[in-house]
């Protein structure tokens, strides 16, 4: 489980994110809505300490954290081992080849055996479509297959959860629809998932649950035919605006 209770953060003056209190269910997809600005991003963020909230708490499996404490490396290192983050930029290594991107994390923060990393990156790769893959560069590769190697580096760590920024929004629509059903048949499988997107059909499909954000707060939390079914006037804007 993934419980975040009473998490405020701000920068300088402007309220990002307003007492949040959410629970993220274990083997669910929970997709995180909302218009530009509302402080998904920045939620995410906070659940992988890329920002640390200003107070609160996180509690991810076994691991409980105070945000308002000054925390050490170990502790920032313990709770980003329990989730691993795709980017909208894949953020590959330029200078290492596909199978080195995907085991350095697991060799290199979890110290896994080189050899068996070696293993489980190559089933990994061929899981994402990608197998024969391993000894190219991510200069060779189009966008959707490095963002496809990104989700594979992702789960080479094993995460508890896996959190997905907007994680197509670099790419052409075609490209995109390659990353969704990825995503989608990770979803089957019962991966933890917590997706920000603007994709709404990705969201009605894949979600279990969905969260809207809007100016930093809860506006809805609960299922994800609730959400689309919801007559809250607010809600119907924002799905209204969506269509087109």
Request: with cysteine; glycine share 6%; charged share 25%.
């Amino acid at each position: 489980m993934l419980k975040l209770t009473n998490v405020n953060k701000s920068y300088e003056n402007n309220k990002i994110l307003d007492n949040i209190n959410i629970v993220f269910p274990k083997n669910k997809t929970t997709v995180i809505l909302g218009p530009s600005g509302a402080g998904k991003s920045t939620l995410l963020r906070s659940i992988n300490l890329l920002d640390q909230p200003e107070n609160g708490t996180i509690e991810l499996d076994d691991i409980k954290v105070n945000y308002n404490e000054n925390l050490s490396n170990n502790e920032i290192l313990q709770l980003r081992r329990k989730s691993a983050m795709v980017f909208q930029s894949w953020g590959l290594f330029p200078h290492m080849t596909i199978l080195e991107n995907i085991i350095e994390g697991p060799t290199q923060a979890k110290n896994e055996n080189k050899d068996q990393a070696i293993q489980e990156g190559k089933k990994l790769l061929a899981e994402v479509g990608l197998e024969g893959y391993e000894n190219r560069y991510p200069s060779e590769l189009s966008g959707g297959q490095q963002q496809r190697v990104s989700i594979a580096r992702a789960l080479a760590l094993k995460p508890s959860y896996i959190l997905f920024d907007e994680p197509t929004s670099a790419l052409d629509p075609e490209l995109e629809a390659q990353i969704l059903h990825l995503m989608q048949k990770l979803a089957l499988e019962g991966k933890s998932m917590i997706v920000v997107t603007h994709n709404m059909d990705f969201a009605r499909k894949v979600a279990d649950k969905v969260i809207f954000l809007e100016k930093g707060q809860v506006i809805f939390d609960g299922e994800c035919k609730d959400f689309f079914n919801n007559n809250n006037q607010r809600i119907q804007d924002f799905l209204n605006a969506m269509k087109f």
